[in-house]
């Protein structure tokens, strides 16, 4: 039977690297044992200041910042829909707003639960094949409140894109434009027109337009003072379109007397 004594390195140098192993095996069991400890519990870099933290009860991965590091700046875990992502958080008063990207969506919350009754936020729909939508939502403060959208829709096949200004589900919503609003399937203009002769229509051509649509409707309304017959005679009697089409009509006026008159027109393509 050998004794203990056989046992043990044959040189002092072939011992000391026994020791050493041994104390390596001895740290990395002690670091196995505290991380298993912890793992329902919370791991930090650092116990204050800007730090990472990984909170083993909500799973949640927590980066601090700001100047003491007491901000949260970001955090990438589950959320309850069962899915998960990466939040990136900031400022603004008079609550913290986060942003969650994953998935296509981008939403914006507040970091407190129950302020808003909905969110707002970006989400972009593809199949890759025939559609890759953006769709733009507001939140709602109350529960009753709905959310306005705007849908950025393609077509495809090479077909012309959709804009929708729209509501939660059946909700319509209403369009205020500060500007002036302009529309391919619009054109307006005026034109003089000066009778040939007295109670003869008399017609003017306007040309150069493009207006899209397939059926195109007119209409047209005369500046003047003496709508209708007049005892005097120097009354409108009328004023009418034909001829309608993407690029152009014919304004007609009929007039008591020969008196240049203005007819304002328009053109709808639908």
Do not use: C, H
Request: hydrophobic share 35%.
């Amino acid at each position: 039977m050998p004794r203990q004594l056989d046992q043990l390195p044959p040189d002092a140098t072939s011992l000391a690297r026994r020791l050493a192993a041994l104390e390596r095996e001895v740290r990395e069991l002690r670091a196995a044992r505290r991380l298993g400890s912890a793992t329902a519990g919370l791991i930090r870099t650092a116990a204050s200041g800007s730090r990472l933290e990984l909170d083993g009860s909500t799973q949640d991965l927590n980066i601090y910042g700001g100047s003491d590091g007491s901000q949260l700046i970001a955090q990438a875990g589950p959320d309850t829909s069962g899915g998960g992502g990466w939040w990136s958080r900031d400022f603004q008063f008079p609550y913290n707003i986060t942003s969650f990207m994953g998935g296509g969506t981008v939403a914006f919350r507040t970091i407190d639960d129950g302020i808003i009754a909905m969110n707002g936020g970006l989400l972009y729909l593809t199949d890759g094949s025939s559609y890759a939508d953006m769709i733009v939502t507001s939140g709602a403060v109350g529960t009753a409140d709905k959310r306005a959208l705007i849908i950025l829709e393609t077509v495809s096949g090479g077909g012309a894109p959709y804009v929708y200004v729209t509501g939660d589900g059946t909700t319509t919503a209403n369009l205020d434009v500060s500007g002036v609003t302009t529309s391919g399937n619009l054109a307006w203009g005026s034109v003089v027109i000066t009778p040939s002769a007295a109670n003869t229509p008399t017609s003017a051509v306007i040309s150069g337009l493009n207006v899209r649509g397939s059926t195109f409707i007119a209409f047209a309304s005369p500046v003047t003072s003496r709508p209708g017959s007049t005892g005097t005679p120097d009354g409108v009697t009328g004023v009418s379109t034909n001829n309608i089409s993407s690029t152009g009509l014919n304004v007609w006026l009929n007039r008591q007397n020969l008196t240049a008159t203005t007819v304002n027109w328009m053109v709808i393509g639908i």
